[in-house]
């Protein structure tokens, strides 16, 4: 065994955990030293961001309520021209993703600290890595600015989160904490929080099935979204990001849909190339084959394994190898253009990973 060797940054956040923890909203604003916050929300949350503007009271700048899937460049701009009208100077983003990325990207124009709620497991809010989608291409960047200041987890607030969702969305998260653990500047405290994360969301995602609004399992879920989504922030992706990011961006499918599915595929091409970390994964699912143990994650807690399910086109693959082979990530295993055709054929059918 080789002696350790590695660096490792930590990054300059606030994190207040705990159920009903959405209270400290008010308190949490002042800590940033700011006085007036943009709400932002997708509008399906409308509602939820209407309750943290009543939180904030005359510390409510407005809301905005346009955040979008993929984060459209268009969006963005308008989001950032609205801050500025309404003298804004932070913004709180309640939601998943897409709400975080709007106001990441608000952040990397204007340098407005962001405080983010998440009510998803989608892990954004935990790095400095931001997205934008212009003339159908999504481009990824990574910048200290767009890092939220703050994280406000409240259970809470996912008790009400579709069951569908849920598990999409947990999934998502575990895909950051797989990749991170074969990531090229991978160290040994990202592989413990990746360890940690998988396991709290595979064991909470068969209890919120059950029981929606069981508040230890909504807890379980989003203390592991925070390890995942921190070792996300922390080390490089890999082909599964890749793939998501093409079939996201490009094909404009479903964010944390293509993640569940394509998961246990890529985890399967990197397998042999990375044996070490897909042991960890294995171990954190309490399965013996770590793809086989997420195709099945998925399947039975009864989320989409198949890209034809949502909305990919058979006859985009080929466009969409092309696209995922063209500028391809670092991997354990050689990006190989008709291996990746081959992997998006079983993804696109719902074939179990070979």
């Known amino acids: 065994m080789k002696p350790l060797a590695f660096v490792y940054t930590?990054?300059?956040?606030?994190?207040?955990?705990?159920?009903g923890s959405l209270a400290h909203l008010a308190r949490e604003i002042d800590a940033l030293g700011a006085r007036r916050a943009l709400v932002l929300c997708t509008p399906e949350q409308r509602?939820?961001?209407?309750?943290?503007?009543e939180l904030l009271g005359a510390q409510a700048a407005g809301i905005f309520d346009r955040a979008a899937m993929?984060?459209?460049?268009?969006?963005?701009?308008?989001?950032?021209?609205?801050?500025?009208?309404?003298?804004?100077?932070?913004?709180a983003a309640i939601g998943g993703g897409s709400t975080t990325g709007l106001g990441k990207a608000i952040a990397l124009d204007s340098g407005l600290p962001i405080l983010a709620i998440p009510t998803t497991y989608a892990g954004?809010?935990?790095?400095?890595?931001?997205?934008l989608t212009e003339?159908?291409?999504?481009?990824?960047?990574?910048?200290?600015?767009?890092?939220?200041?703050?994280?406000?987890y409240d259970p809470e607030l996912s008790r009400s989160l579709p069951v569908g969702l849920s598990v999409t969305s947990g999934i998502n998260a575990i895909a950051h904490a797989a990749e991170g653990l074969y990531?090229?500047?991978?160290?040994?405290?990202?592989?413990?929080?990746a360890e940690e994360g998988i396991a709290a969301i595979a064991r909470a995602l068969p209890a919120i099935r059950r029981q929606p609004e069981d508040i230890e399992a909504r807890s379980d879920a989003l203390y592991g979204a925070w390890l995942c989504g921190s070792v996300l922030g922390n080390v490089g992706m890999a082909l599964h990001h890749k793939l998501c990011h093409t079939l996201g961006g490009s094909f404009n499918l479903p964010h944390a849909e293509v993640h569940t599915v394509v998961?246990?595929?890529?985890?399967?091409?990197?397998?042999?190339?990375?044996p070490r970390a897909i042991e960890r994964i294995a171990r954190a699912l309490g399965r013996k084959n770590a793809a086989q143990g997420l195709f099945e994650l998925a399947r039975d807690n009864g989320a989409p394994v198949?890209?034809?399910?949502?909305?990919?086109?058979?006859?985009?693959?080929?466009?969409?190898?092309?696209?995922?082979?063209?500028?391809?990530?670092?991997?354990?295993?050689?990006?190989?253009?008709?291996?990746?055709r081959a992997l998006l054929q079983r993804a696109f059918d719902g074939e179990p990973p070979a």
């Not at 509602?47 to 503007?53: D, I, L, P, T």
């Not at 701009?77 to 913004?91: F, G, H, K």
């Not at 998961?263 to 990375?274: D, E, M, T, V």
């Open 10 to 19: 930590s990054q300059p956040q606030r994190v207040v955990f705990g159920a």
């Open 70 to 91: 993929h984060v459209p460049i268009e969006t963005a701009r308008e989001a950032r021209e609205i801050a500025r009208e309404l003298d804004a100077d932070c913004a």
């Open 124 to 131: 954004s809010e935990m790095t400095p890595i931001y997205g």
């Open 263 to 274: 998961l246990p595929h890529a985890i399967a091409y990197n397998a042999a190339a990375a």
């Open 135 to 152: 003339a159908g291409l999504k481009k990824t960047g990574k910048d200290p600015r767009v890092l939220p200041r703050t994280v406000i």
């Open 183 to 193: 990531a090229q500047d991978s160290n040994p405290v990202m592989d413990l929080m």
């Open 306 to 340: 198949a890209l034809k399910d949502i909305g990919m086109k058979h006859s985009d693959l080929d466009r969409a190898a092309d696209i995922a082979a063209a500028n391809p990530y670092w991997n354990p295993r050689p990006v190989e253009r008709e291996a990746i």
């Open 47 to 53: 509602a939820q961001a209407e309750r943290v503007a």
